[in-house]
C-alpha cells in the first residue's frame, strides 16, 4: 500500500492554490513549457507525489568572520555585475558528513552574478589532502539549474559510457551554518582524484586560461570600450589545473609542460589536431554535445583537457552540457571551409579544419543517432536516473525531466547527415583522353568526392578529394577537378546522361550520386567583381576603436565623418554612444550584417546628419543579433531611408525628420518602437512589409503618409497623427489594432484594403476630410475588415467610404456599403 505523507498533500494544496490565485491565464506555464495551466497543474502534483529526499546530508560551518569575507565577495558582485575573486579567496571550512569531520576550505564560485542571486550561492570547496567528500578533494556545490538540473548527470552518464573523462556530478541536501538549503548539485572539480576516478594514468588537467576574456566582459559591462587583444584566444596562456600539486610533482610538471607545448603547435597550425588529440574520444565528445544541444559550451573559455603522458595524447574532459536545447543544426555545420585564417580565432573552427577528426565527427554523428542506441543509454542507467529525478521533483516539482529534446536532436542530426545534394557538378570539358568538371558546393559538411560513373561503368579517383564546407557567409565555393578518361568511353556532352559523381560526407560510410548538368557555370571564387564593396571598419578610421575578442566596433570621438560605404561583418556590432554628431556622407553608407547598438544618453542624443546619395543610408540584413537604437535624431537631408531586412530592430526615444520619402522600409523584420517622432516624410514615413510592428507614444507630423503595413501585422498604443494626406494604409491580408490613437487634420484618417482586418478602440479624428475608407482592388485578396469603438469623431465631413461585399462595423452597428 503506498503512503502519501501528510506533508506531500500539503504541498500539492499549496501548489494548487498559489497558481490558481497568481495565474489567470496560460502565459506563465506555456513560456515554461507546458501546453496548460492544467497540465501544469497536473505535473506538478505528480512530481510532488514521485519527490524524495536527497539521501547525502552534507552540513558546512563557516566561522562568522570568514563567512563575512565571503558575503563582502557576493555583495561587490552584485554591484558590478561580475564575480571578481580577492588574491587569497578561500576561507576555513568544516564539512560534516556521515557523522564525521572533514576539514576544507571554501569560497564562491562562478563569473557571473546568477552563481550568488537568491540563497543558493554557489560555492568551491577543497578538502585537505588526506581527506575527501564522496571521493573528490575538489569540488562544487551549486542550484541545481545551474547546469540543467538531471540533464547534466545523465550527459555526463553518456560520455563515461563512452570512455570519455567525466565528472562526478551528484544531489545533495546542503546546510551551511545551520541554514538548510535544499537541494544541491555537487560536481566534481579537475585534478588527479578525477583523473584516477576516470581510469586514466597519472596526467595533467588543463584549460586555455580564461582572466583575462572575462576582465573584457567586465570593461563592456562598465561601458570602457578599449582595444583588448590581450582577450583573444590565440593569447590565452595553457593553464594547469591543481597547480600547487603539478608544479610539486617532477612527472606531472614534465607532462604539463609537454602539453602546453603540443596544444600551442595545434593552434598555431604547427601540428595536425589528429596528431594531438584522442580524435574520437574528442568527435565523440562533440556528438553527445549535438545529441544534448549543448553548443553553448562550445567556448574556448570553457574548454577543458587531459594530457595522456603514456599516450602522448589530449583528451577532452565532459563538462557543462547547458542542455538539454532543441537544436536546428549540429556543431560541425559551416567550420569545416578552405577559407581558414593563418591563426584562427576560433578553436573550434581549428579542430574542425582538419579532416582525420572531421570523419571520426561524422562517424561519432552516425553511432549517437542509429536507432536504439539513445534507448540502450537509458536502459543502462534507468534505475539511478529514476532516483535523481526523484530527488530534483522533491524541491522543483514544477521543473518536468522530459526527454522529447533529445529525440528531437536525434531527428535533426539524422536529417542533417542525409541533405538530398551536396553540390551541383557542371561538365567543363571533353578532351580525347580526359573530363573536367566544375562542382558547386551547397552544403554546410565537407564532402569526400570518389570518382564518376559513365553509363554504369564507375572511374574512381586515386585519392579521394575533399570538397569543404560552405562558409557561415554562404559565398558559392567551386573546385574544378579533371578524370584520366580515354576517347573510347563515350560521354553525352550534350544532355549529361548517364553521367553522374559520387561521393560520400566526409567519414560516413553512404555513398551517394549527382546528376551532371551539360554546361559550365561562371565560377564565383573565380572572377573579379566591378563592383564597389564596402569596407569594413579597421584601425585605418581612427575614430572607431576595434574589440575582437567581443566582436565590437566602438565610436570613439564625439563626432564622425563616414564619406565612403562601410559594412559591419556577420557576428559584429557596431557601438556608439552620446555626445556624439555622427554625419553619412555624400558617398557614405553602412551596411550591416552584424549588429546595431546605438544610444545616447539623457539629454543629450546622437544625432546623424544624412547627406547620402545611395539609395540606403543605412541596411541591416539578416543573420546578425537584434539591432536597438536609444535617444538618436536622424536629421536626412537627402532621399535615402533605412532598410531593415529579416532583422529584429527597437528604437525608443528616436526622432527622424526630413526631405526624404521614406524613412523605414522594412521587410520580414520584428520592429518595436517607443516614445518617437517622424517629421516630413515625403511619402511614407514608415513602410512594412511582412513585418511584426508595434509603437507606443508615436507621432507622425507633416507627413504625406504616416505608415503603409502590408502582409503583417501593426499594433499602435497612445499614437498621433498629425497634419497628413493620409494616416495608416493596410492591405493584403495586415492586421491592425489600434487603441488610444488620435488624428489630427488628416485627408484620409485609415485605408483598409484587400484582406486586411483593422480594430480601433478608443481614440479621436479631428479636423478630416474622411475617417476611413474600406475596400478591396479587384478579387486577389478577400474583402477588408474594420472595426471601430468609441473613436470621437470632430469636424470630420465624411465618416466613411465602404465598398459592397466588405465590412465595416461602427461602436457595434455594421455599416452600409455606399460604394459598389
Known sequence: MITISFKKIFIALIIIALVAMAYLSNAFVVQRGYSSIFSFLNLSVTHVIQGQPAKVELSIEIKPKHFKKIEQVRNDALKRGVIIQPEDPYVPCELTYKGGIIKGEIRLKGKMTDHVSGKKWSFRVKTKKNDA????????????????????????????????????????????????????????????????????????????????????????????????????????????????????????????????????????????????????????????????????????????????????????????????????????????????????????????????????????????????????????????????????????????????????????????????????????????????????????????????????????????????????????VFKTLKWALDSTVEVDTERGKDLEVLYRLLGDTAKHSCEVFPYEIHAYNQQKSNAILPVVFSKAQDFITIDSTTKSYFINRSDALLDQAFAVPLGWTLKATAPLTLTIGAQGSLQVEGSLDCKGIEDEPIVVAVNSAAPNWLSIMPGGGPSEWKRVICNLNSNSSILLYGVTFAASELEMRGSAQTFIEAFNTEISLSHSSFESATKSALELSFCKASGIDLRFVGCNKGIDSKAGTLVLQQCLFRELTKGIETKRKDQVQLEAVTMDGVQLGVEVQDGALLTWSKGKVSNAELFIKVHRKGNRYAPAQATCAAVELVEVKETYVLEKDNSLVLDGVEQTPNKP
Not at 567556448?299 to 587531459?306: A, C, E, L
Not at 536546428?328 to 576560433?346: K, L, M, S, W
Request: hydrophobic content about 40%; aromatic content about 14%; charged content about 25%.
Open 133 to 476: 567528500f564522496m571521493g573528490m578533494q575538489r569540488f562544487t556545490l551549486q542550484h541545481p539549474g545551474t547546469r540543467g538540473y538531471v540533464y547534466e548527470w545523465l550527459h555526463h552518464e553518456m560520455c563515461k559510457r563512452e570512455g570519455i573523462i567525466a565528472l562526478r556530478y551528484e544531489f545533495i541536501n546542503l546546510t551551511v551554518n545551520g541554514d538548510n538549503l535544499g537541494v544541491y548539485a555537487v560536481e566534481e572539480n579537475f585534478g588527479q582524484p578525477l583523473v584516477q576516478n576516470n581510469n586514466r594514468p597519472k596526467g595533467p588537467v588543463f584549460r586555455f586560461n580564461p582572466t583575462l576574456y572575462w576582465q573584457a566582459r567586465l570593461n563592456a559591462m562598465q561601458r570602457v570600450y578599449i582595444a583588448q587583444e590581450f582577450t583573444n584566444f590565440q593569447h590565452a596562456h595553457v593553464e594547469a589545473f591543481s597547480k600547487k600539486e603539478t608544479f610539486t610533482d617532477s612527472s606531472l610538471k614534465e607532462s604539463f609542460i609537454d602539453a602546453n607545448i603540443l596544444m600551442n603547435k595545434v593552434r598555431w597550425g604547427e601540428v595536425q589536431v589528429a596528431d594531438a588529440f584522442d580524435v574520437k574520444k574528442l568527435a565523440m565528445r562533440y556528438a553527445l554535445l549535438d545529441l544534448c544541444g549543448g553548443y553553448h559550451s562550445v567556448d574556448w573559455s570553457d574548454v577543458k583537457f587531459y594530457y595522456n603522458p603514456v599516450l602522448k595524447k589530449i583528451e577532452p574532459v565532459a563538462y557543462e552540457s547547458f542542455g538539454p536545447r532543441f537544436i536546428d543544426h549540429i556543431i560541425g555545420n559551416y567550420r569545416f571551409t578552405d577559407t581558414q585564417e593563418a591563426f584562427p580565432n576560433d578553436y573550434h573552427d581549428i579542430i574542425f579544419s582538419d579532416s582525420s577528426f572531421f570523419a571520426a565527427y561524422i562517424q561519432a554523428l552516425r553511432t549517437v543517432s542509429k536507432p536504439g542506441y539513445f534507448e540502450a543509454v537509458l536502459a543502462s542507467v534507468q534505475e539511478e536516473l529514476d532516483k535523481r529525478v526523484a530527488i530534483q521533483y522533491s524541491e522543483f516539482p514544477y521543473k518536468d525531466f522530459n526527454l522529447e529534446v533529445f529525440r528531437h536532436n536525434l531527428k535533426t542530426i539524422r536529417k542533417t547527415l542525409e541533405a538530398p545534394k551536396n553540390f551541383h557538378a557542371f561538365l567543363s570539358g571533353r578532351s580525347r583522353d580526359s573530363i573536367t568538371l566544375q562542382l558547386q558546393v551547397i552544403e554546410s559538411l565537407p564532402t569526400e568526392v570518389l570518382g564518376i560513373r559513365v553509363k554504369g561503368t564507375v572511374f574512381l579517383l586515386p585519392v579521394p578529394v575533399v570538397l569543404p564546407a560552405l562558409g557561415r557567409k554562404h559565398r558559392p
